[in-house]
């Protein structure tokens, strides 16, 4: 399960597991205000990526992310149609 991909993630779980949408069904909560939220400069993001004790949650991040893209649910012809169906905003 990727977090930057969390509703396909939800899908693939659902389908894996044959689990019904009430299953996976969640609601989106706003945690921090836009306010406190500063961007991230490209230097500092290079800082992090480059710095020892990240490069593992890195490097972990990067093998989840190449399995994630191999997982045969993505390449079935109706994904990202039940995806879009599933990101209906009310």
Excluded at 13 to 27: K, N
Aim: hydrophobic letters at 35%; aromatic letters at 14%; a positive charge.
């Amino acid at each position: 399960m990727l977090n930057d991909r969390y509703d396909e993630s939800l899908i693939i779980l659902r389908r894996r597991f044959c689990w019904s949408y009430t299953d996976i069904f969640y609601h989106k909560q706003v945690v921090i205000q836009s306010a406190n939220i500063t961007s991230v400069s490209k230097e500092m993001k290079q800082k992090l990526l480059t710095e020892s004790r990240n490069l593992g949650d890195q490097l972990l991040y990067e093998k989840m992310r190449e399995k994630w893209l191999k997982s045969p649910e993505i390449r079935q012809d109706d994904f990202q149609n039940e995806v879009s169906k599933f990101n209906f905003k009310f």
